[in-house]
């Protein structure tokens, strides 16, 4: 299915424990995967998450001074839902988990036909750490994104990991690995045409 007649837009959450502008990644694979989003009309906006201010809790709105409505407003504009993470102690960030906590009010936020407001939207997980867990995480996080109204495509993850112990960082390869360009590629494919598809036929389920 062509993507071409449809303007589609995609919005990733980076959940590294960095601030701006050090390097990051989680950024960068997202980036790598940006690259071929782009190729099927994907336009992607990428954002630290760290960079806000996302208040602990459970509701759309926690209050002053808190920019998760800002981060939501855009999540619910896009078409596409990407969380990146990079794993610590064999789990997602804090910054990742503290996202999926706020996605937690979603179950109370229905449109005029009682579905989520995220209803018609696709979402993917990106995972990067020196030591296992991205399976896990990649579980984790997309059961999480099916919970509160997310489409979920096949092969909706991309992941790297470096040998356990090790130094080198994704961020620091001279090049993007094989398998994981090839991840990237059907990642991308497959979440644009099921995205390109809901938004052409919005009550097809």
């Known amino acids: 299915m062509s993507t071409e007649a449809t303007t589609l837009k995609a919005l990733t ?5 960095k601030p701006s502008p050090a390097a990051s990644s989680s950024e960068k694979l997202a980036r790598d995967v940006t690259i071929e989003l782009e190729k099927h009309g994907v336009t992607n906006e990428i954002l630290r998450a760290v960079d806000y201010n996302i208040k602990p ?33 064999g789990q997602m960030s804090s910054v990742a988990l503290r996202i999926i906590e706020r996605l937690d009010a979603e179950l109370g936020e229905t449109d005029d036909k009682g579905r989520l407001l995220t209803y018609g939207k696709v979402a993917a997980v990106l995972v990067v750490g ?11 996080t997309l059961q999480a994104l099916n919970d509160v109204g997310f489409t979920i495509p096949a092969s909706a993850s991309s992941y790297w990991n470096g040998e356990a112990m090790h130094k080198v960082d994704y961020q620091d390869l001279e ?15 497959n979440t644009a045409q099921l995205a390109a598809l809901l938004k052409q036929h919005p009550d097809l389920f």
């Open 13 to 17: 959450l980076v959940c590294t424990l």
């Open 57 to 89: 809790g459970v509701e759309t709105d926690m209050g002053p001074g808190d920019d998760w409505p800002e981060l939501r407003a855009k999540m619910l504009d896009a078409d596409i839902f990407i969380i990146s993470t990079p794993t610590w102690v």
């Open 130 to 140: 020196n030591e296992d867990g991205a399976h896990k995480i990649t579980a984790d």
């Open 175 to 189: 090049s993007i690995p094989e398998n994981v360009d090839s991840t990237n590629k059907t990642l991308a494919k």
